[in-house]
C-alpha cells in the first residue's frame, strides 16, 4: 500500500511538472502568446528551473532546447524511480527512450486537450480569455485539415477529425512503448 502510494505520489509530480515544461516549449514553438493568464501561470511555475538550464543549453532555430530537455530528463527521472519503487532496474537506452516517446505522448494529449477545450469555449464562451491562446496553440494544426475537410452546414468538423487522427496516433504510440522499454 505504502508503494503504491508513493509511485502515486510520483506519478502525479513528475507528469504535472512534465506537462507544464512541454507547455512551455510548444508556447515558444507555436509562438503563442505568454501575456495571457495561461502563459503567465507556465513561466511562473517553469522560471525557477528553465533560466538555469537556459544558461548551459541554447536554443536553436526558436526551439527552446532547455526546456524540452528538462522535460525529457524529469520525465526519464520519473520512471527510474518508478521502476526502483516496483523492484526493477531499467537500462538506460530503454528509460531514456521511453522518456523521449513519452514526451512525444504528452504533447499529443496537450494538443487534443487544447482542441476539445477551443471546441467546448466557442459553444459556451467565445470571448474567454483563453480563446486566443486556444486558436494560436491549435491553428497550425487545424490549417492544414481546414483545406481537406470543408464545412458541414455551418459546422467545422476539422477539430473532430484532429483529436480522430491524434486519437490513432495515441494507440500507435502506445502499442509501440514496450518495444523501446526492452532496449
Do not use: C, K
Not at 52 to 71: F, N
Not at 79 to 94: C, D, K, N, Q, T
Not at 111 to 123: D, E, K, N, P, T
Not at 132 to 139: G, H, I, N, Q, S
Amino acid at each position: 500500500m505504502l508503494g503504491q502510494i508513493l509511485l502515486f505520489l510520483v506519478n502525479t509530480v513528475v507528469v504535472l511538472l512534465v506537462f507544464v515544461l512541454l507547455l512551455r516549449f510548444h508556447f515558444q514553438w507555436l509562438r503563442v502568446p505568454f501575456r495571457n493568464p495561461v502563459g503567465e501561470l507556465v513561466v511562473v511555475t517553469t522560471n525557477w528551473i528553465v533560466r538555469p538550464a537556459r544558461r548551459i543549453v541554447p536554443g536553436i532555430a526558436g526551439l527552446d532546447l532547455a526546456t524540452v530537455l528538462l522535460a525529457w530528463l524529469v520525465q526519464g527521472a520519473g520512471l527510474w524511480v518508478e521502476a526502483s519503487i516496483r523492484g526493477f532496474e531499467p537500462g538506460f537506452a530503454g528509460l531514456a527512450a521511453v522518456a523521449a516517446f513519452d514526451l512525444v505522448r504528452y504533447s499529443l494529449y496537450i494538443l487534443m486537450g487544447a482542441v476539445i477545450l477551443q471546441v467546448v469555449f466557442s459553444w459556451l464562451n467565445p470571448y474567454t480569455p483563453v480563446a486566443p491562446v486556444l486558436d494560436a496553440f491549435t491553428r497550425p494544426f487545424l490549417r492544414p485539415l481546414r483545406r481537406v475537410v470543408p464545412p458541414v452546414g455551418s459546422f467545422d468538423l476539422t477539430p473532430l477529425v484532429l483529436v480522430i487522427l491524434v486519437q490513432v496516433m495515441l494507440i500507435v504510440l502506445w502499442n509501440l512503448r514496450p518495444a523501446l522499454a526492452a532496449l
